[in-house]
């Protein structure tokens, strides 16, 4: 299984799906889809991704 770049970056800060869903305001399973590149997510939610992850937006695109 391939770690996506969003997902390292979750797993450097710590975080469980879980954990970072519930600080995004959004579900597990949704930000699974996220991190697999499976939907769409505007510039504002990964500014978010990027806050919340410690971490330079370029990281989460």
Same mark, same amino acid.
């Given at each position: ?6 997902? !390292?970056?979750?797993? @450097?800060?710590? %975080? $469980?799906?879980? #954990?970072?869903?519930?600080? !995004?305001?959004?579900? @597990?399973?949704? %930000? $699974?889809?996220? #991190? ?26």
């Amino acid at each position: 299984m391939k770690i996506t770049k969003r997902k !390292l970056c979750r797993l @450097q800060e710590g %975080l $469980s799906q879980d #954990e970072a869903a519930k600080e !995004l305001g959004i579900s @597990q399973s949704y %930000l $699974s889809l996220i #991190e697999l590149n499976r939907v769409p997510v505007d510039q504002e939610f990964l500014q978010c991704m990027a806050k919340l992850y410690n971490c330079n937006l370029q990281d989460v695109i």
